[in-house]
């Protein structure tokens, strides 16, 4: 089996904790003779800070290609301003549609909101 992957570290903890789902996810693959691609695209703080979205739309139209998205942790200090008109919490949607996610369970790629 082969997947490409949209890796989306995000802020804070998200990249250390993306990392080490990645390396699992790897050492998966090495066993049962799996290869998973993986595409990496900035989200939440990190996307503001180099384009003035939480979403940028080059990140959105990676996850709707890619077979599956993974998704770290978004915001920070540096991004709490209850007044700022763009904040990374904006940037957790549904990669398929766009829309917020409803919930945080896992989905099949084949499902849509």
Not at 5 to 33: F, K, M, N, S
Not at 41 to 64: K, N, V, W
Request: proline residues 6%; positive net charge.
């Amino acid at each position: 089996m082969r997947a490409d992957i949209a890796v989306l570290a995000g802020d804070g903890i998200g990249p250390e904790v993306t990392r080490a789902a990645l390396d699992v996810l790897h050492a998966i693959g090495q066993r049962y003779g799996h290869q998973f691609v993986e595409h990496h695209h900035l989200i939440g703080g990190a996307a503001i800070d180099a384009s003035g979205e939480a979403l940028p739309a080059d990140t959105l139209a990676a996850c709707r290609q890619a077979d599956a998205v993974l998704l770290g942790a978004v915001g920070g200090p540096k991004w709490s301003d209850p007044k700022a008109k763009v904040r990374p919490e904006q940037g957790p949607t549904c990669a398929r549609c766009g829309r917020i996610r409803r919930r945080s369970a896992p989905r099949r790629s084949n499902r849509t909101c």
